[in-house]
């Protein structure tokens, strides 16, 4: 039985630099580990499709005080990792979407850091509510998700129009998640303090805003940088 065919398909050409070797902000992976990745593409499709439906599972609460209208603001994490598996899959299919790509790649930068970034800043009250082993387990997932998005420059050379896109979606759930809300409240994800607590020099809302905001601009930079040094190589 031909596993790579039933579970993916031969990677896509890795871009390089003058020397041989990509930039290391471009492609921080081994070129190898990439390579599993492409050809188990749809254990990695179907692991996210699972974190995705326990992501679901998790915000449930969340959703219910939650206005219908503003329910797509509300599952940043499983949102993201809906958005690499279809990444994923279209490229599977032999239909890649710059796009999703960049959608998925901002998402999962983005996600996979602010949230070990909040269960630290915020650990005792995270830790006392989920126990340990959830605990550790939303860190390393979260973790995972960055990783994995570094797979995604071997489909995509993140035209502009798709950075503008995913820039444009990101920018306004980061608005409607900390400050300005068009029906209801913030859609934040549900922090273990109540927003106006002090923490630090500012508030609890304020501590994990900025760590949003930062974690924003991050996608932007590293897609565009692949972008140059698309450009750069070809040129």
Known sequence: M????ALGRDPPERG??????????????????????????????????LGTAFGFWYY???FARVPVEMWPFVPDSPGATLLIALAFASWAVGRSSDTLAALAF??????????????????PEFLANAGPALYAFLFVSHLGMVLQA????RMTDFP???VGIATA???????????VPVIGGVTHTSLPY???????????LQVAAAGAVVLTVVPIFLALWTRVETLRVQG
Request: proline share 6%; net charge negative.
């Open 160 to 162: 502009v129009r798709a």
């Open 2 to 5: 031909d596993i790579v065919g």
């Open 16 to 49: 390089s630099s003058e020397d041989g070797r990509p930039t290391r902000w471009v492609a921080p992976l081994p070129a190898a580990l990439e390579d599993v990745a492409y050809r188990f593409v749809w254990v990695i499709v179907a692991i996210n499709l």
């Open 150 to 153: 570094f797979v995604l420059h």
């Open 169 to 179: 979606w990101y920018t306004v759930d980061l608005l409607m998640d900390y400050f």
């Open 60 to 62: 449930r609460f969340q």
């Open 194 to 204: 109540r927003d106006g607590l002090p923490w630090f020099t500012t508030t609890v």
């Open 106 to 123: 901002f998402g999962n930068v983005k996600l996979g850091l602010w949230t070990p970034y909040v269960l630290v800043v915020f650990y």
